[in-house]
């Protein structure tokens, strides 16, 4: 790897690390209560077609709301869910869900 790689490499790490770090998984619950409609209160819906996304990863479930947002990603409910969320929302939700405890069993 070139150096320019390492240190482009070193800082998208650091850059994700921030992004993380600066989540607040408290203030993530406070704004999943409309989510728990469909997700149920801590994203381990027994729903089965519903997804979970209680101990999903971090930065998968940012990207999934980041991609609702832009379009990325096409669901009709997750679209309108998601339309006024900020940044700082999506990745309080994502560090709040990507938190809890996960259902054992298939999902």
């Known amino acids: 790897m070139t150096t320019m790689k390492k240190i482009l490499f070193i800082a998208a790490l650091l850059a994700f690390g921030a992004t993380a770090q600066a989540a607040d998984p408290a203030a993530g619950k406070d704004k999943s209560k409309v989510c728990a409609a469909c997700h149920g209160e801590t994203g381990a819906t027994p729903i089965a077609d519903n997804p979970k996304l209680a101990g999903q990863y971090y930065d998968y479930l ?46």
């Not at 999934?64 to 006024?84: C, E, F, I, Q, T």
């Open 62 to 107: 940012l990207r999934a709301l980041s991609d609702y947002k832009s379009g990325a990603r096409k669901n009709p409910v997750m679209s309108g869910m998601v339309a006024s969320l900020k940044k700082e929302d999506m990745a309080d939700l994502a560090a709040y869900f990507s938190s809890q405890q996960a259902l054992s069993g298939k999902y």
